[in-house]
Every structure is written in structure tokens, then in C-alpha cells.
């Protein structure tokens, strides 16, 4: 199993989380972006800079993704692709993205795109906080836990 990140929007907190747990059970880890990333010297550790364009980076995660491997993602289309290829997916937050949970959460993506196209609602998500990182170290552990 490899663990792969949707690392463009992916908080710097999350990111230390996922360095420390890859080391501690020498998983494989690969970050991906459209940028250059600062990882730590590790064996077990890379970074995959993809060209700027738009899904790049989600297109190289799924192109390049076994079955069983996780995806740590908040973007929830590509969570959706990830699952379809029998593969896993945790957003930064902690919330395991399901068979059985991945439609409800596109619908409700698209119905809040929706609402700000039409300008009844604004912004995004609030900014990670320190419960947020706990929730999602617990889901790691939890998903490592079940999938060594």
C-alpha cells in the first residue's frame, strides 16, 4: 500500500502528521503537486511536481494509484475517482470518504457550488484547527490500523 497526497491544498499540519506515520511504519508516501514541495530526507518519502493545469495533479494521483492504496484529498471528485478504483480516501479533516458516503458528498459539493455561483453563500471551509488535526491523525491510525 502507498499513501498518495493531493499536496497543492493539503495543510502543512496534515502533511507532518503523514511524514511522521510513514516513517514510524515505512509506508511508502508520495506527495503531488503543481508546485515544488520541501519534503523530509527519507527513503520512504517523495514528491511528484506535475505541470500546472487544472486536475494535473488529481489525473497523476489516479493514473498512478493501485487498489488499496490511501489518498489523502479534500477535493471530493477526485475522492470519488479514487474509490471507483477500489482504492481509499481521508479528507484533511479525518472524514473517510465511503462506497456508501462518496454521492452524498458530491451532491452536497455541488449544491454549495451552486449556492455561491448564485452568490447566497461565501468562502470555504474554516481553517484547520488543532481538533481538526487529531480527528485526522485518529483516522489514520484507525484506516493503518485496519490496512497495514
Not at 489516479?62 to 479534500?74: E, F, G, P, R, S
Not at 458528498?105 to 471551509?125: C, I, K, N, V
Request: charged share 25%; hydrophobic share 45%.
Amino acid at each position: 500500500m502507498r499513501i498518495w497526497v493531493d499536496a497543492d491544498a493539503c495543510p502543512n499540519a496534515i502533511k507532518d502528521v503523514l511524514f511522521r506515520a510513514a516513517e514510524r511504519r515505512r509506508l511508502p508516501l508520495t506527495l503531488v503537486a503543481n508546485q515544488f514541495l520541501t519534503i523530509p530526507p527519507s527513503k520512504v518519502i517523495s514528491a511528484v511536481q506535475v505541470s500546472g493545469g487544472f486536475d494535473v495533479a488529481d489525473n497523476y494521483i489516479v493514473k498512478h494509484l493501485q487498489k488499496n492504496d490511501l489518498v489523502i484529498t479534500a477535493d471530493i471528485p477526485l475522492a470519488a475517482e479514487v474509490i471507483a478504483k477500489n482504492a481509499h480516501a481521508i479528507n484533511p479533516r479525518g472524514e473517510l470518504y465511503t462506497k456508501e458516503n462518496i454521492r452524498e458528498r458530491l451532491a452536497m459539493r455541488d449544491f454549495m457550488e451552486e449556492m455561491r455561483s448564485a452568490g447566497q453563500t461565501s468562502g470555504g471551509p474554516p481553517p484547520l484547527g488543532q481538533r481538526d488535526k487529531q480527528d485526522f491523525a485518529n483516522a489514520l491510525d484507525r484506516f493503518l490500523a485496519k490496512y497495514p
